[in-house]
């Protein structure tokens, strides 16, 4: 339950071009944690939520806990189901968590298996 890839510019503006999608390295993630500088990765995707966090259900609070980090685990704990959450996750998008320099890209970074109807159920 991914959300697509590249789906142009972050919800408070990019110098970058439209549609341009950015790689983020887990340092250059890692200083985005900030209430005026907040992103996150969930399943190897990077989202600025930074405009969004006022916004959000859970509090501010949430977000910046998660601020500068693959939040994956943690997301998923919180949005069992997910459908209802990609719509307006997506409009954050802003690049792909970068790979390490030299390491292989298939087992670069650390993944979640997609979630299963079986762990769906249990949720």
Same mark, same amino acid.
């Given at each position: 339950?991914?959300?697509?890839? =590249?789906?142009?510019? !972050?919800?408070? @503006?990019?110098?970058?071009?439209?549609?341009?999608? *950015?790689?983020?390295?887990?340092? &250059? #993630?890692?200083?985005?944690?900030?209430?005026?500088?907040?992103?996150?990765?969930?399943?190897?995707?990077?989202?600025?939520?930074? =405009?969004?966090?006022? !916004?959000?259900? @859970?509090?501010?609070?949430?977000?910046?806990?998660? *601020?500068?980090?693959?939040?994956? &685990? #943690?997301?998923?704990?919180?949005?069992?189901?997910?459908?209802?959450?990609?719509?307006?996750?997506?409009?954050?998008?802003?690049? =792909?968590?970068?790979?390490?320099?030299?390491?292989?890209?298939?087992?670069?970074?650390?993944?979640?298996?997609?979630?299963?109807?079986?762990?769906?159920?249990?949720?």
């Amino acid at each position: 339950m991914c959300v697509a890839a =590249a789906r142009g510019l !972050r919800a408070r @503006g990019d110098k970058r071009a439209k549609g341009a999608k *950015a790689e983020w390295t887990l340092a &250059e #993630l890692g200083a985005s944690n900030t209430p005026a500088d907040l992103k996150l990765a969930v399943r190897g995707s990077v989202y600025d939520l930074t =405009a969004f966090a006022d !916004r959000h259900p @859970g509090g501010r609070t949430m977000l910046l806990l998660a *601020a500068g980090r693959d939040a994956t &685990e #943690l997301f998923e704990s919180y949005h069992p189901d997910t459908s209802l959450v990609e719509p307006v996750l997506a409009k954050y998008e802003v690049g =792909a968590l970068a790979a390490p320099e030299g390491a292989p890209p298939a087992d670069a970074l650390p993944t979640y298996p997609p979630v299963t109807p079986f762990y769906a159920e249990l949720k």
